[in-house]
């Protein structure tokens, strides 16, 4: 089906530990968001690509890098990951047109603890 | 800046009963303006959504928001809740320089309770 798929859907680290959370979406969108999910905090934007090759900071980018490696595909970085990072982690794209029924769809998240 | 304020953290309501969220925006433009569902342990879901026109909009499982430009408001409605409809709730306000470059601005959002 087409969509965003995200994975991991789980995983847990260490502090210091590196890890890269992949987003593919295979409904040829230019732009792409990784966001993330804290209990009261509703869904703060980490980093965005409005198309291939641009990245973009968004409202809370300390402690990540991003990579978009193709028209399909954005990653997030977390380097050295601290216990502050945990949380659950949304890829979306949109449309050009906000017109359409579903200007942007989201993945099913990426559940993140950090001990 | 924009921003969006979801008064109300958590609301219990009685199945059958009816419903308001409310949420409140704050944006330079005419605002793009959305409402979001999520279940637990689940990706969101887009139940409405408002761009133009009518200000009174209708979206999916029976739920309707109307959207107030003199109060800055977009609030959810719906005149019987379901058990179903027990989920964490959304208000977004969709801006930036069009195309490509459209960002979402999220409410930290409303907890729904139903009680049978």
């Known amino acids: 089906n087409a969509g965003v798929t995200q994975t991991p859907k789980f995983q847990v680290l260490k502090t210091g530990q590196s890890m890269t959370l992949q987003c593919a979406q295979d409904?040829?969108?230019?732009?792409m968001y990784w966001y993330r999910q804290d209990p009261g905090m509703g869904l703060r934007l980490i980093y965005y690509?409005?198309?291939?090759?641009?990245?973009d900071k968004g409202e809370v980018p300390n402690g990540y890098n991003v990579s978009r490696l193709n028209k399909r595909e954005f990653s997030l970085r977390l380097e050295s990951a601290a216990p502050s990072q945990t949380s659950v982690y949304f890829c979306?794209?949109?449309?050009?047109?906000?017109?359409?029924?579903?200007?942007?769809?989201f993945g099913d998240g990426t559940r993140l603890s950090i001990l | 800046a924009q921003s969006v304020t979801q008064p109300d953290i958590h609301i219990t309501v009685s199945e059958g009963a009816s419903l308001e969220l409310r949420c409140n925006y704050s944006?330079?433009?005419?605002?793009?303006l959305f409402w979001y569902v999520q279940s637990p342990g689940q990706g969101l879901q887009l139940l409405l959504k408002?761009?133009?026109?009518d200000t009174l909009v209708q979206g999916i499982k029976g739920f309707e928001a109307e959207f107030k430009r003199s109060q800055s408001s977009f609030n959810l409605r719906k005149p019987s809740v379901h058990w179903s409809d027990a989920a964490e709730y959304f208000c977004?306000?969709?801006w930036g320089g069009g195309g490509s470059n459209y960002k979402l601005t999220f409410g930290k959002g409303t907890l729904l309770t139903v009680n049978p």
């Open positions: 690509s409005a198309s291939e090759g641009t990245t």
């Open positions: 409904m040829n969108h230019n732009s």
């Open positions: 944006y330079g433009a005419t605002p793009y």
């Open positions: 979306a794209s949109t449309v050009l047109d906000w017109g359409s029924d579903q200007p942007q769809h």
């Open positions: 977004a306000v969709g």
């Open positions: 408002y761009f133009s026109g």
